[in-house]
């Protein structure tokens, strides 16, 4: 199903700036919440709506991540909110944590908000399913620690990124207009 307007303004959780409401976007501020408030998340390490930019030759993409959630300003964490399935969402958000600005993401997890999963990048292990294995801000930076290396051929970055592209225009739930404002 598709993002749409509400044609409401909300305060941002994170930034505390208003936002337009979307079908999926009060999910997205109880996520956000709750990474803060039971997980104890820091607010500045979690970065809302980041706009992740795909080059395909001389086409160009922004796709909408979720949170990236960073440690020490390195990305260690993409939370995509997915409207359905969470199995049918792996592949995107992972594919999209491999091609991250040239440093890869090293875990995602993928949530409705009603089930989860965590994902280790580098070699799309299912670590944990359910809501309960989101984890709190401590066991990610022990995650984070242990994180094994990705390597991104070239080769290997232009078929990742043409995953993402495939997947998010198929099924992306975040309206662009909204993301990109």
Not at 109 to 130: E, S
């Amino acid at each position: 199903m598709h993002e749409v307007s509400l044609n409401q303004v909300i305060t941002d959780y994170l930034t505390g700036e208003n936002i337009e409401l979307t079908t999926y976007e009060d999910l997205r501020q109880s996520l956000a919440a709750l990474m803060v408030e039971e997980k104890g998340y820091p607010k500045t390490a979690i970065v809302p709506k980041y706009k992740l930019n795909l080059t395909l030759g001389s086409d160009h993409y922004v796709v909408c991540l979720d949170f990236v959630i960073h440690i020490d300003d390195n990305p260690a964490l993409l939370i995509g909110f997915c409207p359905g399935a969470v199995s049918t969402f792996i592949t995107q958000f992972v594919c999209a944590a491999r091609i991250f600005n040239g440093k890869p993401i090293p875990y995602v997890i993928v949530t409705d908000c009603k089930d989860a999963a965590l994902i280790r990048t580098a070699d799309k292990k299912d670590l944990c399913r359910g809501y309960h294995c989101i984890p709190d801000w401590s066991k990610l930076q022990a995650l984070y620690k242990e994180a094994p290396a990705f390597e991104l051929t070239e080769s290997r970055k232009n078929k990742e990124s043409r995953i993402v592209y495939a997947m998010f225009a198929l099924s992306d739930s975040c309206c662009t207009d909204q993301c990109m404002s």
